[in-house]
């Protein structure tokens, strides 16, 4: 099997039926090997940095109604809340004074924030802090609207397609979403020319490994600048809710994995590893990943914007304990970065 993720390094990318015998038959060793080779990989790229972005959750209102997500719209038990302009400039303020150079705004499909608002906040956002990237989280869009927002000063756009199988994202999703517009959605992005990033969770419900390497052919198709895959943690109040949760070896497997096809990508390594494995975040870090997404939202919405049973929102997870994390990741070889980490052509 190394010889596989040899060739996986040299030509960035194996056939289907090679990545199904890699997903199905990996063992610890296996995984370690991989797990170096992404690591070299990441660090000729990047050096010991760890790119940090700071997140803001700015809405759990949602119209969609995902199988999933602990803030869809038939989840009556959540608390809804959006923040208004002031608090979003005023989280800002705090994770620039704390180093952070990105802000990412996050939230689900809520009707409240109209183009011309989210125009609005961009601008601002920008013409204070105009070092910094904005990235936003914002759902499917028109190309009118993805496009108001870059012009505006929008840098990145994160919107992750869950699985690039027809049958399997009907299985989490209501039929009124579609696979064929989200991929459309992502394509859009590019096109425009954002920095795009999608991504997918590890062991959803259904999930095939053929599944997982229709993901990774289509990663692979969209090239994308950012990756974002986590395990699938059920929510208590979906229809999931009795699932298992996703593994983290095959997270961190498949992180090293894409670290291989794309050398120079944004990995995070995301809450939700750090959600099932105390350690789980720097097991990210050491498969691979070069970024980390602190919660900059106000305290008191934390809580709030849970997609999955028991995520992470104090200690390392919280932007104001930067020097936590930065302790944990020198623990490990690493170095929180102030650098606002936009992506960069392969170095190597
Ligand atoms: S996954 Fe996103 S679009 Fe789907 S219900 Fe949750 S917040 Fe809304």
Redesign the pocket.
Known sequence: MKKLIDQLEKEKILSRKDFIYLLENYDDEIRNYLAEKARNITVKQFGNKIYTRGLIEISNY?K???Y??G???SNKKVERYRLNKDDIMSCCKTGYDLGFRTFVMQG??DNYFTDDIIVDIIKSIKDLYSDCAITLSL?EKSYESYFRYFQAGADRYLLRHETACEDHYKKLHPHILSLKNRKECLFNLKKIGYQTGTGFMVGSPYQTAENIVEDLYFIKELSPEMIGIGPFIPHVDTPFGNKNSGEMNLTLLLISILRLMIPNSMIPTTTALGTIHPNGREEGILAGANVVMPNLSPISVRKKYS?YNNKICTKEEAAESRNLLQERMKKIGYELSIDKGDFKPIII
Do not use: M, S
């Open positions: 949602c969609n109604d995902c999933y997500c803030i869809r719209c689900g499909e759902g997609l």
